[in-house]
């Protein structure tokens, strides 16, 4: 297996590892059943020479008799990319030799080879007589989105989508806001991309800096209310004073029981924009500032800081 499309390379690297075993131990075989496996649709190659391949087009239920006669043509089976039974939402397919027995294991690969051949050539002619995207219509949410510039009109998700994102991104509030920027200038579209493009987020909506939860508000008021239960009125009161505990020692018998305790917070400096928003010189400078901070503390918590830019391997380990 490697990552690319040079099928003859993977075969031959199959071929020399299979040879050097044989070298040292038959494997089980006869002229009857070829190489013996303990299930029966494997008898023979025991071959199964696959490619995972983007079909978006050819994929899809619009065109799925075809895709089906192609691969009955040449032989092969479709699957999802996670294995037998799979299905696959994002139009990227197994597809793989469906013989086994009778046949030699180039006579296999070719198979798959011509098969995924003939449904690349299916896929280019669907991909020229597709009607060219509208500027401003609906598009398909999904990991085809890789880019701000992929989100050229309103997403819309699977049925029975659960993010909150899906929930609340009306076309209203996506045609009030798309193409704006907030205070830091981080765009709408760059803060629901990542939502957009994993429909399997539980949020999908991530604030390019302090001034999105005012610019958008009409969007992010929804989310945080319906996460948090924390009204657009609402207040927070923050307090990091650890004398207000009331949490007395337990007792050793408890203490014991107790493997470690972990209390963290998250903070992002006022004057920088935030995840979705920064910049790498930005983040260079926020680590500058925070590690400066952190070395001018004393007593048990003064230490050394590693930045992971420089650390060394043996610092890693």
Request: charged share 25%; hydrophobic share 35%; proline share 4%.
């Amino acid at each position: 297996m490697e990552k690319g499309a040079d099928i003859g390379k993977v075969f031959t690297r199959l071929s020399i590892g299979a040879a050097a075993i044989e070298k040292v131990a038959k494997f089980a075989n006869d002229t009857h059943l070829g190489y013996i496996t303990s299930c029966p649709t494997n008898l023979g190659t025991a071959m199964r020479g696959s490619v995972h391949i983007k079909l978006p087009l050819l994929g899809s239920k619009a065109n799925k008799a075809a895709f089906q006669k192609i691969a009955d043509d040449f032989h092969v089976q479709i699957r999802g990319i996670h294995g037998e039974h799979s299905e696959t939402d994002d139009g990227v397919f197994d597809i793989s030799n469906r013989r086994r027995l009778g046949r030699s294991e180039v006579d296999l690969v070719q198979d798959m080879y011509n098969g995924v051949k003939a449904m690349i050539e299916a896929e280019k002619k669907l991909e020229a007589s597709a009607p060219k995207p509208v500027a401003g219509a609906d598009i398909k949410a999904g990991p085809h989105l890789k880019k701000v510039e992929d989100l050229t009109g309103f997403p819309v998700f699977p049925a029975g989508n659960k993010s909150l994102l899906c929930k609340f991104l009306t076309k209203d509030i996506y045609n009030k806001y798309k193409g704006k920027k907030d205070k830091a200038g981080v765009s709408f579209e760059q803060m629901i991309l990542s939502g957009s493009q994993n429909i399997d987020s539980g949020i999908g909506l991530y604030a390019g800096s302090h001034d999105s939860y005012t610019t958008f508000s009409d969007l992010f008021d929804k989310v945080i209310e319906e996460y948090h239960g924390h009204k657009k009125d609402g207040k927070h009161v923050s307090n990091m004073d650890a004398t207000k505990l009331k949490c007395p020692p337990f007792k050793p018998d408890e203490a014991a029981m107790i493997v470690s305790t972990r209390i963290r917070v998250g903070r992002n400096l006022a004057e920088f924009p935030l995840g979705p928003g920064v910049t790498k010189a930005q983040r260079d400078q926020i680590e500058k500032t925070v590690s400066e901070a952190l070395k001018k503390m004393t007593g048990e918590h003064a230490g050394t800081y590693y930045s992971l830019a420089t650390m060394s391997k043996k610092d890693q380990e």
